[in-house]
Each structure stands twice: as structure tokens, then as C-alpha cells.
Nanobody, 126 residues
């Protein structure tokens, strides 16, 4: 049974940093594509950053240069380092996993991912 558990959310001021973690279990972690998504109230869930099973990363334009996705295969854990946070980054952040590749183009597409965590709240105040 695949389980994804996010942690590390919180409240920070604009310009601050947070690191999110996603602990994965129930599958061979390194063989899956992994992604971070976020959803703000009243908005669609959007892809933020993803890493495929070849280690290639993809970022949404809104977070390029500020967020970094990484993983520790030995710990089956995915990370999202978020720097220079802005109020518009406020959202619930979700970790997602999928065993299929499906192409680099679709890495930030929420429809690609089969498994989801429960989310962690990030609030950035101005």
C-alpha cells in the first residue's frame, strides 16, 4: 500500500524559507516519478516541481529559481526547498507519486499521478 506523508509546512513571512518533506512507503521509491503540487483556496491544484525516475526535474515558471526539488533514495523521501517565499505561494502543498513515466512533458500534470499525500499547509504573510 503506497503511503505519502508530507511535513514541514508552516507560517513564514515574505522572503522566508521552508523545506517540505514527503516520506514514501509501500513501493520501490526510486522507480517512481514524484511531484509537488499546491492548491490555494478557490483555485485548481497546480504542479510546482517534479522529478522523474531518471532524476530529471521540472518546475513551474512561478517557482523557478526559488524552489528546489530533491530526493534521498536511501530514505525514500522527497524534499521541496522553498526560498524567497511570496504571499502568492500560500497554499496546501501535496506530494504525489506515480509508477509510470509518461513523458517529461506531463511531469507537472496532476492527472498523471496515481498516489497523493494528505497535504501540508504553507502560509506566507506580507
Amino acid at each position: 500500500q503506497v503511503q505519502l506523508v508530507e511535513s514541514g509546512g508552516g507560517s513564514v513571512q515574505s522572503g522566508g524559507s521552508l523545506r517540505l518533506s514527503c516520506a514514501a512507503s509501500g513501493y520501490t521509491y526510486s522507480s517512481y516519478c514524484m511531484g509537488w503540487f499546491r492548491q490555494a483556496p478557490g483555485k485548481e491544484r497546480e504542479g510546482v516541481a517534479a522529478i522523474d525516475n531518471y532524476g530529471r526535474t521540472k518546475y513551474a515558471d512561478s517557482v523557478k529559481g526559488r524552489f528546489t526539488i530533491s530526493q534521498d533514495n536511501a530514505k525514500d523521501t522527497l524534499y521541496l526547498q522553498m526560498n524567497s517565499l511570496k504571499p502568492e505561494d500560500t497554499a496546501t502543498y501535496y506530494c504525489a507519486a506515480d509508477p509510470s513515466y509518461g513523458g517529461y512533458y506531463y511531469l507537472l500534470s496532476k492527472s498523471k499521478y496515481r498516489y497523493w499525500g494528505q497535504g501540508t499547509q504553507v502560509t506566507v504573510s506580507s
